[in-house]
């Protein structure tokens, strides 16, 4: 039963992992993309498309973090004691960028400073978590159930590499998100955007795929082994032919978010297939990391059972409710 | 120089949680006030109430947003600086947390978006359902937060395997005595600084002849219900005395004031201590009534911080003055509520005129009494459990993360206080403007018929990039309100 339920835990934490990248990517990539649209109008606009749902979306990584702690505790102390410098970077970036959105419309003279916040916070927190991603698969020294690696163990080509590719990957995600989401100049100029960007991720993802396949002979097993995993960059190699179509296209504004998303989640399943069920590669699996039966229990019934499933309907509820396009140059609340 | 990463790691602990705890002290009640003038304007159809809503509404968006983002810092450190803490009690205070972010951070933090953007989106009942929900989350966390802090004060039901704890009752660990004095406690403490709050802003504007019927109604309110909260708060911080005796009896002699045992015991009233020197140099004490309030007998024998192993005992001096501080306000919000509600009966609210000029300057200097209060109350619960992080069980020096650097902390400390610095400076500036400025008097019925009186009735406040200061002292006519 303990042995089910650190699946069950395991499998909860990659979905909250899924709806965090995909919720909160758009909104981060919307910030990224704000540093590089100087219209005010527009920037109101773009701000205004993610004003009601952002809050919601970024409380996912206050999930993943809680849900690490409850249900695998050996990882939530090692994972965030590796990442002791960037995991602060990337809370301070999360607090600029959060406060931005009530701040930037309180004042003109330091509207500035909100603006750099908001672009440079949204930026930054992007490139920590594909960072750490990337420090991830290269691996953490571990021993006996405690980081034992130096601060700057991070700081290598890899997860810079997959730094950079994350800060690409939300901003596509945030063109798309403005695609679907306004309309006008500023969806021109998102559409303008899409194809760039998705060239930018195609470059990151064959470094990346090559330089691990190079590398990490465990994974190149592991898909010899399982070769079904080859349907997924085949899949996420028709997605993006279809989202350049689309963006040269621009017939469907839902099309590049539906697209990207999936990008995203092909991506997330070479991922998690590449690794499942380590959690901290070949050092700690799910089973060995889950807390005690007890715990899990515990969180199980109420939880699991109950609570998840109520969130996830309300989260719909809340998104049909802001359906649609926003409306332009619509005063903030 | 030598940085201790375990000194600069409390050091920062104690930073990040009393900015972050400010705003949630302020937010819980001020999502329940906004409840209620939500339920009013339904019941009652008022306008004056809805207007009420929408100008608390841009308060609640700031605060919120600055207690969002600074609670997640919260939820990282646990694992950032306090890896041992987090391992070892992680399988209770773990699950305590995730109920934490599954219950109250997404429904607050969803339903809040539909408070700010969706009023004219969903049905009236729904938008009133997304009230409910908001202050449903801002009191199903400050529960969990409880919860888990309530078992690092006293921890049960768990047993350990290795040096790791396993919970064994979880009934026991949500439903134990101390934790159901603690919530109600900090929950009273949460309305009492929002009803200090509404009531001072209130005070303002009376003082400033502006909003009359809207500052008479936020000062009654404010007042009245703390004249009602005031004296459950000190029943209710009683109990948590009577626990703290019976568990944690170092922090209750720190508490106290008492270095040597005493039969009977005084009860210090205030004191001037030497920790050097281990006594205190003044002392002002009600004979007998220290025995009383312990034991609730006149002439027990109460021991003294001395007989405590000296590494089991707190640091003396935070303790003993937060807990007289937190009571000294407790008392000055007596007074001031219940002088209201005299004033009340005696009819002199029914013209703002008549209330004392003097009576509302004080409560406008109270406005930052709750805040000060649940500060100091959390600081002589938190610094008096010490040494450790979980009573008894952990020390604090043991639960941090061994692989720490010191050099790693003082650079997030550094950027945590400049940041803080920054946005805390930033929002209290945003919130005072907001206050300032006041809010939209024109109710459509009220504008047509000021409109023929020639009146021009003041314009919306400049939400949405109107500039701040540029804002139109609004117009001193009273009569557009409804009284």
């Not at chain 1, 998303?261 to 380590?278: C, N």
């Not at chain 2, 992680?90 to 109920?99: A, K, M, N, S, T």
């Not at chain 2, 649940?374 to 010490?386: D, F, I, N, P």
Request: charged share 15%; with cysteine.
């Amino acid at each position: 039963m303990s042995l089910d339920l650190a699946h069950f835990w395991g499998a909860v934490l990659a979905l909250s992992i899924l709806i965090y990248v995909l919720l909160d990517g758009f909104d981060l990539g919307v910030g990224i993309l704000f540093a590089l649209n100087r219209d005010e109008a527009q920037r109101r606009d773009m701000m205004g498309s993610i004003a009601p749902v952002w809050d919601g979306n970024e409380t996912w990584l206050v999930v993943i973090g809680t849900l690490l702690f409850g249900a695998f505790p050996v990882v939530y102390s090692i994972f965030l004691s590796a990442f002791y410098l960037p995991v602060g970077l990337l809370l301070v970036a999360l607090i600029l960028r959060g406060v931005a959105f009530e701040f930037r419309y309180k004042t003109r003279r330091a509207r500035w400073l909100w603006d750099f916040g908001f672009a440079a916070g949204s930026t930054v927190a992007s490139f920590v978590q594909g960072a750490a991603i990337g420090a991830m698969v290269q691996g953490i020294a571990v021993s006996g159930l405690a980081f034992a690696g130096s601060p700057f163990d991070w700081v290598a080509p890899f997860p810079l590499l997959c730094g950079v590719g994350l800060v690409l990957g939300y901003a596509l995600l945030g063109a798309a998100w403005l695609v679907l989401k306004t309309e006008g100049r500023l969806r021109d100029w998102a559409y303008l955007w899409l194809p760039r960007l998705m060239t930018g991720v195609v470059v990151f993802v064959a470094l990346a795929l090559a330089s691990t396949l190079a590398g990490d002979f465990r994974v190149v097993e592991r898909w010899l082994a399982q070769p079904w995993l080859f349907t997924l960059p085949l899949i996420a190699t028709l997605a993006a032919w279809q989202l350049y179509r689309a963006a040269a296209q621009r017939r469907y504004d839902w099309r590049p978010y539906a697209l990207a998303s999936l990008l995203f989640l092909t991506a997330y399943l070479m991922l998690a297939g590449s690794f499942w069920p380590w959690i901290i590669p070949y050092e700690l699996t799910l089973a060995d990391a889950a807390a005690p039966p007890q715990s899990l229990t515990f969180l199980f019934w109420g939880a699991g059972v109950v609570v998840l499933p109520v969130i996830l309907i309300y989260t719909a509820v809340v998104y049909w409710v802001f359906r649609g396009k926003v409306e332009p140059g619509r005063e903030y609340h | 120089m030598d940085l201790d990463p375990l000194a600069l790691s409390r050091i920062q602990f104690a930073f990040t949680v009393s900015f972050h705890i400010i705003f949630p002290a302020f937010t819980i009640g001020l999502a329940a006030w906004l409840a209620t003038l939500e339920a009013l304007h339904l019941v009652t159809g008022n306008g004056l109430y809805r207007r009420l809503f929408a100008f608390w509404l841009k308060v609640f968006a700031v605060a919120f947003g600055m207690g969002v983002v600074s609670g997640i810092v919260m939820a990282f450190q646990f694992g950032t600086n306090w890896s041992e803490l987090a391992r070892r009690t992680g399988p209770i205070l773990g699950p305590l947390l995730v109920y934490e972010s599954f219950t109250a951070f997404l429904l607050e933090a969803t339903f809040f978006g539909v408070l700010l953007f969706g009023r004219d989106r969903v049905p009236r009942w729904a938008y009133f359902v997304s009230t409910l929900m908001v202050a449903l989350g801002t009191t199903f966390s400050a529960f969990w937060i409880m919860a888990n802090n309530t078992w690092m004060q006293v921890p049960v039901a768990y047993e350990l395997a290795g040096a790791d704890t396993v919970p064994t009752d979880w009934g026991e660990i949500l439903f134990n005595d101390v934790l159901w004095v603690r919530f109600p406690h900090m929950l009273l403490g949460a309305y009492l600084t929002t009803a200090f709050c509404v009531a001072a802003t209130g005070a303002w504007y009376l003082l400033r002849h502006r909003h009359l019927s809207a500052a008479r109604m936020m000062l009654a309110m404010g007042l009245g219900l703390a004249a009602v909260l005031t004296p459950l708060q000190m029943v209710a911080g009683h109990f948590n005395g009577e626990y703290t005796v019976e568990h944690q009896p170092a922090k209750f002699m720190t508490m106290e004031g008492r270095w040597q045992t005493e039969q009977p015991a005084r009860l210090l009233l205030l004191a001037w201590p030497d920790v050097e020197a281990e006594r205190n140099v003044f002392e002002l004490g009600v004979p007998y009534l220290g025995s009383f309030v312990a034991q609730g007998s006149f002439d027990a024998a109460e021991p003294g911080i001395l007989t405590t192993p000296r590494d089991e005992r707190p640091p003396f001096l935070i303790p003993f003055y937060g807990f007289r501080i937190m009571v000294g306000l407790g008392l000055m919000m007596l007074a001031l509520s219940w002088g209201g509600v005299w004033l009340m009966a005696k009819g002199r609210f029914r013209d703002p005129k008549r209330i004392p000029r003097w009576f509302l300057w004080a409560t406008f200097l109270h406005f930052p009494s709750g805040f000060i209060a649940v500060l100091a109350g959390w600081l002589t619960a938190e610094v008096g459990r010490q040494p450790w992080v979980v009573y008894g069980l952990l020390r604090t020096a043991d639960a941090v993360t061994p692989s720490l650097s010191g050099a790693a902390v003082l650079l997030s400390l550094l950027t945590y206080v400049l940041v803080y610095a920054l946005i805390f400076s930033a929002g209290t500036l945003y919130i005072y403007r907001l206050l300032r400025s006041g809010f939209d008097e024109t109710d459509p019925a009220a504008a047509t018929a000021a409109a023929r009186r020639g009146i021009t009735p003041s314009r919306p406040l400049g939400v949405g990039g109107g500039p701040p200061g540029a804002v139109p002292a609004a117009p001193r006519s009273d009569t557009i309100w409804p009284q």
